[in-house]
């Protein structure tokens, strides 16, 4: 009973009613009816409405779909099921408010293979339309392919995320950290990349990708350009970004760069535990300008 409960709540959320699209005028009176009955509550009544709309029109797939809402306001799911079964066949999963009941319906059943068919029907349908709510659902979803050693699965819905939302966040962020755990760095670095090349501007993106350069790939001139970036935002990698930054510094043997943000970090941070080991790597890079100077 309390599944019952929780799938009537849900489906509170989803309730309205379509344009009917049939060209049999008595088919068409009959669901006109039926919608005033079902907004008033009265559900026996709009059910006996909508049986003779589809009686006089039985491809008429939006009278099956007000009839499967119907019974799901009743309680009667097993024809609820049948119905929307119907209606989804008929407007050939081209109708969103019909793909949505029947997700609803396959999470109240517990059925993942189903939540995950009609939630990426959804995505694809709607595209950047999507809400945010139908996003998150199906990135749960893909997490828990990934919890469950499925990644296949996991990336796919990643994939069709990023289709239909290509600037989302969080699919690029979350899919990169799932593959940093699966230490696959390759990965982990073209999916953050694709990210930022969408046009996502995201601290944390930044900062990781930007301490891969720099521990995992040992690129630090591609580093460089996102760490000053985080400084200058302000972010809340910023002192990290400092660390990173300084050594990136060293290791592409820029010198003045690397003076100029040891002394910004000293000045910034003046009491931090880091401070003595950054003043003596700016006395290095001031020794290395010397004789650089000299050698001239």
Do not use: H, W
Request: hydrophobic content about 35%.
């Amino acid at each position: 009973m309390r599944r019952l409960f929780l799938f009537l709540g849900i489906l509170m959320l989803s309730v309205s009613v379509s344009f009917a699209g049939t060209s049999v005028k008595k088919a068409q009176k009959y669901y006109d009816k039926a919608v005033e009955y079902f907004q008033a509550g009265k559900f026996a009544k709009a059910e006996s409405k909508l049986l003779k709309a589809i009686d006089k029109d039985p491809n008429f797939s939006e009278a099956y779909l007000l009839l499967a809402k119907t019974y799901a306001k009743t309680g009667q799911i097993d024809k609820c099921q049948q119905y929307a079964s119907k209606a989804y066949d008929l407007s050939g999963g081209k109708n969103a408010e019909a793909i949505e009941l029947m997700y609803e319906l396959a999470a109240y059943n517990k059925d993942k293979k189903g939540m995950e068919k009609y939630g990426l029907e959804l995505l694809k349908l709607k595209g950047q339309n999507a809400s945010r709510a139908e996003i998150g659902r199906m990135e749960q979803l893909a997490i828990q392919y990934f919890q469950t050693g499925n990644m296949k699965k996991a990336e796919e819905i990643y994939e069709e995320i990023m289709k239909a939302k290509p600037d989302y966040t969080y699919a690029y962020l979350n899919l990169g950290k799932i593959y940093i755990a699966m230490k696959d760095y390759n990965k982990a670095r073209s999916i953050l990349e694709r990210g930022i090349a969408a046009g996502v501007d995201n601290e944390e993106i930044d900062f990781i990708l930007a301490s891969m350069y720099c521990n995992e790939f040992k690129e630090y001139k591609k580093a460089i350009p996102l760490l000053e970036k985080l400084i200058k935002n302000n972010s809340k990698f910023k002192k990290d970004a400092y660390s990173y930054l300084i050594n990136a510094c060293k290791e592409t043997e820029s010198i003045d760069k690397g003076i100029d943000v040891c002394e910004n970090f000293i000045k910034e941070y003046p009491e931090d535990k880091l401070t003595p080991e950054v003043k003596k790597r700016l006395e290095q890079f001031k020794k290395v300008k010397e004789s650089q100077k000299t050698k001239k």
